[in-house]
């Protein structure tokens, strides 16, 4: 952990393997999700729009290499970075067969410079052939497996449309763990009827559960979602930035002092954000975090 920071965060954690900056790349490889191809559900959680967190980059024809190489030239510039990770960031990443699954992040792993694989999924579809196929990358590649909880309280995901329970989450990190896959769990903070006591059950849970990082995310409301219609007729109220850092200290308190820290807030799309607009000032939030967290004298670990 960087001596200098109160949780343990991303950047220190690759610098330490790699001995340099290492950065994601975000992919789009063009996949569904069940919850809303019809197998479990339609519609997808009400957050979510139809580009399922992300870039659009398969529906203008971007293959994953150009993808990939794009994601290089950028963070290259941005960030002076050489080494990379692969990340199948859009939808739901192993919801497919296996052997397509083996193509996509093949054809992203033989980019020159890649030197990990991220692949975000839903925890209730992974199956034993899939954590193989990416146990099997582990021999030469950092690898995480990323599972979107967001709750671990089931009225919560009901609520959301999630289409899960918890049960489905703590499944899959089990079946995940002793492969060499870094687990990483996907939260969201301000989710509609959850108190402080619901959110610090979550981190709880998840504390026990055997994960290995964690992305905390603010719920914020984007366009041509159900949360966008609940806002508008003043059903959902979103959190404001000093309650939202508030409960990102408590969480991180109540998480192993080894948990990886891989995000601490969203990065939504202005042209998509309705609410909160404080959403974008992603700088000022992580800074106000670590303000507090000083302030009230909290280490990641504290209450775990």
């Given at each position: 952990?960087?001596?200098?920071?109160?949780?343990?965060?991303f950047?220190?954690y690759?610098?330490?393997?790699?001995?340099?900056?290492?950065?994601?790349?975000?992919?789009?490889?063009?996949?569904?999700?069940?919850?809303?191809?019809?197998?479990?559900?339609?519609?997808?959680?009400?957050?979510?729009?139809?580009k399922?967190?992300?870039?659009?980059?398969?529906?203008?024809?971007?293959?994953?290499?150009?993808?990939?190489?794009?994601?290089?030239?950028?963070?290259?510039?941005?960030?002076?970075?050489?080494?990379?990770?692969?990340?199948?960031q859009?939808?739901?990443?192993?919801y497919?067969?296996?052997?397509?699954?083996?193509?996509?992040?093949?054809e992203?792993l033989?980019?020159?410079?890649?030197?990990?694989?991220?692949?975000?999924t839903?925890?209730?579809?992974?199956?034993s052939?899939a954590?193989?196929?990416?146990?099997?990358?582990?021999?030469?590649?950092?690898?995480?497996?990323?599972?979107?909880l967001?709750?671990?309280?089931?009225?919560?995901?009901e609520?959301?449309?999630?289409?899960?329970?918890f049960?489905?989450?703590?499944?899959?990190?089990?079946?995940?763990?002793?492969?060499?896959?870094?687990?990483?769990?996907?939260?969201?903070?301000?989710?509609?009827?959850?108190?402080?006591?619901?959110?610090?059950?979550?981190?709880?849970?998840?504390?026990?559960?055997g994960?290995?990082?964690?992305?905390?995310?603010?719920?914020?409301?984007i366009?041509?979602?159900?949360?966008?219609?609940?806002?508008q007729?003043?059903?959902?109220?979103?959190?404001?930035?000093?309650?939202?850092?508030?409960?990102?200290?408590?969480?991180?308190?109540?998480?192993?002092?080894?948990?990886?820290?891989?995000?601490?807030?969203?990065?939504?799309?202005?042209?998509?954000?309705?609410?909160?607009?404080?959403?974008?000032?992603k700088?000022?939030t992580?800074?106000?975090?670590?303000?507090?967290?000083?302030?009230?004298?909290?280490?990641?670990?504290?209450?775990?």
């Amino acid at each position: 952990m960087n001596p200098e920071k109160r949780y343990h965060d991303f950047n220190t954690y690759l610098k330490s393997m790699y001995g340099e900056r290492v950065q994601k790349i975000t992919i789009d490889a063009g996949m569904t999700c069940p919850n809303r191809d019809g197998s479990i559900g339609t519609g997808g959680c009400i957050y979510c729009n139809e580009k399922g967190s992300g870039t659009g980059a398969h529906a203008r024809g971007m293959s994953v290499t150009e993808q990939v190489e794009a994601g290089k030239a950028a963070l290259g510039r941005r960030y002076k970075a050489k080494k990379f990770i692969a990340y199948f960031q859009s939808h739901t990443n192993t919801y497919a067969p296996l052997d397509h699954l083996a193509a996509l992040y093949e054809e992203a792993l033989a980019v020159p410079g890649i030197v990990g694989l991220s692949v975000g999924t839903r925890p209730d579809c992974i199956t034993s052939d899939a954590i193989a196929l990416l146990a099997s990358y582990t021999r030469d590649r950092l690898v995480w497996v990323e599972y979107g909880l967001q709750s671990a309280c089931d009225a919560t995901l009901e609520t959301i449309n999630r289409g899960h329970d918890f049960k489905a989450f703590q499944n899959a990190v089990d079946m995940t763990a002793g492969r060499n896959i870094n687990i990483c769990a996907h939260v969201i903070l301000g989710l509609p009827g959850e108190t402080r006591r619901h959110m610090m059950e979550t981190a709880e849970k998840i504390a026990q559960s055997g994960i290995n990082g964690i992305k905390i995310h603010l719920l914020y409301v984007i366009k041509n979602t159900p949360l966008a219609t609940w806002y508008q007729s003043g059903r959902y109220k979103c959190l404001d930035r000093e309650a939202y850092a508030d409960l990102v200290c408590d969480f991180l308190a109540r998480l192993p002092a080894q948990v990886i820290v891989q995000r601490l807030t969203g990065d939504p799309h202005p042209d998509e954000l309705v609410a909160p607009a404080w959403a974008l000032g992603k700088a000022e939030t992580l800074r106000l975090i670590e303000r507090k967290m000083e302030e009230k004298n909290i280490r990641q670990g504290d209450l775990a």
